[in-house]
C-alpha cells in the first residue's frame, strides 16, 4: 500500500468534496472501520460475531451506527495500515 499516494489524493478538491458529502450523508452517526488480517484464530467472522453480540445488548446502536470491514491476507499489507492511521 503506497500511503504518500493515498494521502496525496487525499489533499485533491475532489476528494475533498467527497469527504463533505459523506459528513453531510453520515452526519449524527459513528462510522466504524475495521481492518483485519484473515487468519483462522483471530479472523473477521469472530468479530462481526461480537459486533453481532454488542448490538443485541445495545439496540440503541443498531440505526446510529455505519461499519465497514476490510480483510487482507499479507503481514506487510497491516504494517502498512498501522503507519497510515498514525499519521
Avoid: Q
Avoid at 25 to 42: M, N, S
Avoid at 44 to 65: I, T
Avoid at 67 to 87: C, D, L, Q
Amino acid at each position: 500500500m503506497d500511503t504518500d499516494h493515498i494521502n496525496a489524493v487525499c489533499r485533491t478538491p475532489a476528494a475533498k468534496n467527497r469527504v463533505s458529502a459523506l459528513e453531510k450523508t453520515f452526519a449524527g452517526r459513528k462510522i466504524l472501520l475495521g481492518f483485519d488480517r484473515l487468519d483462522y484464530i483471530k479472523g473477521m467472522p469472530h468479530k462481526l460475531l461480537g459486533f453481532e453480540l454488542f448490538l443485541a445488548r445495545h439496540p440503541k446502536w443498531r440505526v446510529r451506527r455505519t461499519s465497514s470491514r476490510s480483510g487482507f491476507r499479507r503481514a506487510r499489507a497491516w504494517t502498512s495500515i498501522r503507519s497510515w492511521g498514525s499519521k
